[in-house]
């Protein structure tokens, strides 16, 4: 694996696209030396000038350009969720562990997402799309508060030509004519062999343990359930600290680990 660049690299924001009322995808594109390749699943550490960085997943990887979906919640990432075309941020990485959809080869697949967990799911599913005869049948179930949440509605319908594409809210009023209820009810309509399949999941962390429990109890094994795991992240190098979930330091040895690792540490309420 190639070592993550250790100092932020300026990037230039080439597009800008609100996906809802506090979420936006940016394009970045280098504005001098690119960084090393990033896989999906993998993340960046992306600083607003003057405000601080964040770890944001990358949800579209194309050559040399970046894809983040953010999400404001806080100064940094309502700083990042602001740019627009022309504006310039620092990028430090590839950091953490990809999703190691080559692996994979010859099972179906389960992409399970909740709100703003599709975005590193994305590049995972556009690999799959564009190589489907090295995998069996895909499957995207997709999670979110309401209908409004929902991230790449448009792209959504697009997967549905090659992919089973199903989403679901929590609530929504008459006008949604989907399925209401926990993105777990979409695995009874879901296309797939439990005992050849590969199960993607990312989402909050009861959504996570809710599907991961769902799965091996379906007969999916523990170490085919791969899992994109959360915490604090200050330096992304393993060095502070603030990531450490038990033995493992998240920026390092995950945000992707399988269930097999992570569901015994997910057992143990954090103070």
Same mark, same amino acid.
Do not use: K
């Given at each position: 694996?190639?070592?993550?660049?250790?100092?932020?690299?300026?990037?230039r924001v080439?597009?800008?696209?609100?996906?809802?009322?506090?979420?936006?995808?940016?394009?970045?594109?280098?504005?001098?030396?690119?960084?090393?390749?990033?896989?999906?699943?993998?993340?960046?550490?992306?600083?607003?000038?003057?405000?601080?960085?964040?770890?944001?997943?990358?949800?579209?990887?194309?050559?040399?350009?970046?894809?983040?979906?953010?999400?404001?919640?806080?100064a940094?990432s309502?700083?990042?969720?602001?740019?627009?075309?022309?504006?310039?941020?620092?990028?430090?990485?590839? %950091?953490?562990? @990809?999703?190691?959809?080559?692996?994979? #080869?010859?099972? $179906?697949? /389960? =992409?399970v997402? !909740?709100?703003?967990?599709?975005?590193?799911l994305?590049?995972?599913?556009?690999?799959a799309?564009?190589?489907?005869?090295?995998?069996?049948?895909?499957?995207?179930?997709?999670g979110?508060?309401?209908p409004g949440?929902?991230?790449?509605?448009?792209?959504?319908?697009?997967?549905?030509?090659?992919?089973?594409?199903?989403?679901?809210?929590?609530?929504?009023?008459?006008?949604?004519?989907?399925?209401?209820g926990?993105?777990?009810?979409?695995?009874d309509?879901?296309?797939?062999?439990?005992?050849?399949?590969?199960? %993607?999941?990312? @989402?909050?962390?009861?959504?996570i343990? #809710?599907?991961? $429990?769902? /799965? =091996?109890?379906? !007969?999916?094994q523990?170490?085919?359930?791969?899992?994109?795991?959360?915490?604090?992240?200050?330096?992304?190098?393993?060095?502070?600290?603030?990531?450490?979930?038990?033995?493992?330091?998240?920026?390092?040895?995950?945000?992707?680990?399988?269930?097999?690792?992570?569901?015994?540490?997910l057992l143990?309420?954090?103070l």
């Amino acid at each position: 694996m190639t070592a993550p660049s250790a100092v932020p690299l300026p990037y230039r924001v080439v597009s800008h696209r609100d996906e809802t009322d506090d979420t936006a995808t940016i394009v970045l594109e280098p504005a001098g030396a690119p960084l090393p390749p990033f896989a999906p699943g993998q993340f960046a550490m992306v600083y607003a000038f003057g405000v601080g960085d964040v770890p944001l997943s990358v949800c579209g990887i194309d050559g040399n350009r970046l894809t983040h979906t953010v999400r404001a919640v806080g100064a940094i990432s309502s700083a990042l969720r602001a740019l627009r075309p022309g504006d310039c941020v620092g990028v430090r990485g590839p %950091f953490g562990t @990809g999703w190691g959809l080559p692996e994979a #080869a010859g099972d $179906d697949l /389960l =992409v399970v997402a !909740g709100g703003i967990g599709l975005a590193p799911l994305r590049p995972l599913v556009l690999a799959a799309l564009a190589t489907p005869e090295r995998y069996g049948r895909l499957n995207v179930l997709v999670g979110a508060r309401e209908p409004g949440d929902l991230l790449y509605p448009a792209e959504l319908t697009g997967w549905q030509a090659d992919a089973r594409v199903l989403t679901t809210v929590d609530r929504a009023d008459e006008r949604w004519q989907g399925d209401v209820g926990v993105v777990t009810t979409l695995l009874d309509r879901a296309s797939f062999d439990p005992h050849s399949a590969t199960a %993607f999941v990312c @989402g909050p962390e009861p959504m996570i343990r #809710a599907t991961a $429990d769902d /799965l =091996v109890q379906r !007969g999916v094994q523990p170490d085919r359930i791969r899992v994109s795991l959360e915490r604090t992240m200050h330096c992304g190098t393993g060095h502070c600290g603030h990531c450490q979930l038990g033995p493992l330091l998240l920026c390092r040895d995950g945000p992707v680990v399988t269930w097999t690792r992570a569901r015994s540490l997910l057992l143990v309420r954090e103070l």
